[in-house]
C-alpha cells in the first residue's frame, strides 16, 4: 500500500526524485468524493495541478490522474488512468514540464545563510 501511485507521499516523492518543485494542495476530501488528493507541480512556473481520483469510474480500477495548468500547456484537463509513474513522467516531460524548476527551490547556499542568520539573531 505504502508504493501506491495514489498514494500522496509515494506519487510526490516521485516527482521530488525527478527533480519537480511539489507543493502539496489539499487532501482531505469527503470519504464519498473520488478525488483524494490535489498537488502543484513546478508553482510560479507551469503551475501545473494534479488531482487523483480513485474508483471514478468503478471499484479496483486503475487511479486517473486530472492534469491542468490554466490551459496554458493542456487546452482542456488531461486524465491519465495508470498504476505506472513512469506513465505520468513522461507525459508531463512530453508536454513540456520541466523538471529543476528554480523558482520556490532554496539552494544549499542560502539554506546555511538562513540558518546562520537565524542562531545569531535569536
Same mark, same amino acid.
Given at each position: 500500500?505504502?508504493? /501506491?501511485?495514489?498514494?500522496?507521499?509515494?506519487f510526490t516523492k516521485r516527482l521530488k526524485d525527478n527533480n519537480f518543485?511539489?507543493? /502539496?494542495?489539499?487532501?482531505?476530501?469527503?470519504?464519498?468524493?473520488?478525488?483524494?488528493?490535489?498537488?502543484?507541480?513546478?508553482?510560479?512556473?507551469?503551475?501545473?495541478?494534479?488531482?487523483?481520483?480513485?474508483?471514478?469510474?468503478?471499484?479496483?480500477?486503475?487511479?486517473i490522474f486530472e492534469l491542468h495548468d490554466g490551459m496554458s500547456l493542456?487546452?482542456?484537463?488531461? /486524465?491519465?488512468?495508470?498504476k505506472s509513474m513512469e506513465v505520468i513522467i513522461k507525459y508531463i516531460?512530453?508536454?513540456?514540464?520541466?523538471?529543476?524548476?528554480?523558482?520556490?527551490?532554496?539552494?544549499?547556499?542560502?539554506?546555511?545563510?538562513?540558518?546562520?542568520?537565524?542562531?545569531?539573531?535569536?
Open positions: 500500500m505504502k508504493n /501506491k501511485i495514489s498514494t500522496l507521499g509515494y518543485v511539489v507543493w /502539496k494542495i489539499f487532501n482531505k476530501y469527503a470519504q464519498h468524493d473520488p478525488r483524494v488528493w490535489t498537488i502543484m507541480i513546478n508553482p510560479g512556473e507551469e503551475s501545473m495541478f494534479i488531482t487523483c481520483y480513485v474508483n471514478a469510474d468503478e471499484r479496483g480500477a486503475d487511479p493542456f487546452r482542456n484537463y488531461a /486524465k491519465i488512468q495508470t516531460l512530453q508536454r513540456g514540464v520541466q523538471p529543476d524548476s528554480k523558482t520556490f527551490r532554496v539552494s544549499d547556499s542560502e539554506q546555511s545563510t538562513t540558518k546562520t542568520h537565524a542562531t545569531t539573531t535569536g
